[in-house]
């Protein structure tokens, strides 16, 4: 036994706590909230901290008072729970999207754009949005990844969250490919790491370099040796590992796996092969849960069922005598959405309630509003944490509240709406794999589990947009749960790597008008320019036959999943129109300031045309084959855009080719309005379209209109 065993040994069998309390602040046992207003009263010398900004809808008394107001949330936390009941007490945060492996099923040989860091959490941020989510009843922190190990700071950050500990925080884990865990295990031990999940999908040396693309078995055999041995010194660490099955490529290792659990108290978990944006999902590569079972049965008929948690993501089963156990994670035949009571914390600070759902919130961007939107790094932490204390000095220390970010209110309310949003389900097996998203190593570890997200969204009402504080003027300080699921239909988001953004959607189940479709800022034009003035729809048949309504008139996507693959293609144009003759001469002879006006324009769309899905709520994502974007001079004055994009997939391609061609105008519009202030946009149309039931249409031919 080695000296830092012995040592761990003996403080586990005197009863000593964990020595990890960084955080500075003690924490109340309820779930009470105060957050000050310690950055409004912060001194001048102290820069870049800021008084916070108020939470939309609420008075000008202090925080403190508005929070209070928050205690009526036990037992459990309104702002966690859906509207299926589901309680959220388990965080998962990824704490970098790098990795030193890079494995078949998670990321693309290559490796994937990684977001600028100041685009990342810090440790000061994910400090202060764990103490938030602990105050509300999560009871379990995950960290992940990319590879959680190779964050710099992941030590002292696991000692700041292990001070959450005694305050609600019940267990503290950490999922890892294993690689340099031996080398920090033993102080994030002392940081109070309660779990580790590793992940090991061969016990073949070079199987292993094959499928992580990287050596270093041997490095994770020692990670794997290491945790035994704290284990055996009374470390108590809850030890799983975790084997994304692939057929023919390591499903003959499942008995090797299941023969590890004899004399080792360990629970191997089989996972079934899960779509992900680069890792080349193919159905015929999933080796399903019934299968795995069938071949271990087959050696071990007496296989017995382990009764488990209800939020358990696994299916756990033991062979009698065997001193671990064995699970299967099931995400791809056998959901377990209707338990899910999981969250996820991207690693530049989006909000994720599904991990199959592609809408998310910035909760980095919300947190920064108190620091003008700087990352808050340790300097600024510290600030707070002083201007708290100082608060705090006259009360007792088992009356000290929990220190929050002063806005601690506004993300409430926006990781309410996100709950509240949460699906019954995910989409079926035909649907994900063609369903965009990150890549997994952008989102979590590689062996997380996703939940459902396929049920019929509330009405969308209106909302008014509040550009300066950048949220919705109508969110309620504490919106009731009634409110918050009418308030949450208008939440639509859209989550780009690198530029996560929250938007509301501008329109209503009720029948349009021209007054109630306006934009305009005055109310004085209809949107469509092309109506009189007198003139108004005709409300009645539009539910009746537009397919994206339920006869109750709310939004839903179309299913697709009947529809033949077909080739398929669209174009699509428009025209950017100049009142300044000086343009063209500019355009023609590269001479913009911004630079190559046509060239930009067209890789704009193009990327456009990729990214319809994320940005058009209901549009399906589909696999796009060709993009073309081309720009020409029109001697009038002006430049026609004319998009088209193909695809072998089972709907039209109309969408992403008004993207494109809409993209590519605007851009045209952005790199010359430094010239021409009264540009025109207009007469973005589709011109021709090919495949489907339909066929053949071309804009100005028989029954084209």
Known sequence: MTAATRRIAHRLRAGAPHPARALGVPFPQSRRLIATEALARTSTQTPPVQAPLPSSGAGSGPITSRMDTLKDALPFSDFLTDTFSRQHDYLRISVTERCNLRCVYCMPEEGVPLSPSRSLLTTPEIVLLSSLFVSQGVTKIRLTGGEPTVRRDILPLMQQLGALRPHGLRELCLTTNGLSLHRKLDAMVDAGLTAVNLSLDTLDPWQFQIMTRRSGFAAVMKSVDRIFELNRAGAGIKFKINCVVMRGLNDHEI???????????????????????????????????????????????????????????????????????????????????????????TGDGNL????????????????????????????????MKRTAMAEMEHLSPSDQPVMLAPNSQELLDIIGLAVKRKKEKHAGIGELEHMKNRPMILIDSKHTVHHKANAQPQPMPRFQWDHQAGIASSFPSRPTTSRMRRALGGLIVTGAANAPSIHLCQFSTTPSTPESNNNNINNKEPINNQRKPHETTSPAPLQQHLTHLTPAGTARMVSIASKPPTSRLATAKCTVRFANPAVVPLIRENQMKKGDVLGVARVAGIMAAKRTADIIPLCHPIAITHVSVELEIVEAGGVEVTATVACDGKTGVEMEALMAASAAALTVYDMCKAVDKGMVVEGLRVVVKEGGRSGRWVEGEQGGG
């Open 255 to 345: 008995l090797p796996f299941v023969a590890m659990t004899r004399d080792k108290d360990v629970e191997v978990r089989f996972i079934e092969y899960m779509p992900f944006d680069g890792n080349k999902w193919n159905k015929g590569k999933m080796f399903s849960y019934q299968e795995m079972l069938d071949v271990i049965r087959a050696e071990h008929p007496g296989l017995d069922k382990v009764a488990g948690h209800k939020n358990d993501t696994s299916k756990t089963y033991q062979v009698p005598g065997f001193a671990g156990k064995i699970g299967f994670i099931t995400s791809m035949t056998h959901n377990f959405c209707g338990t899910c009571n999981r969250l996820r914390i």
């Open 352 to 383: 994720k309630v599904c991990l199959f759902g592609n809408a998310e919130v910035s909760l980095r961007d919300i947190i920064r509003k108190v620091n003008r939107g700087e990352p808050i790094d340790e300097e600024a932490f510290e600030v």
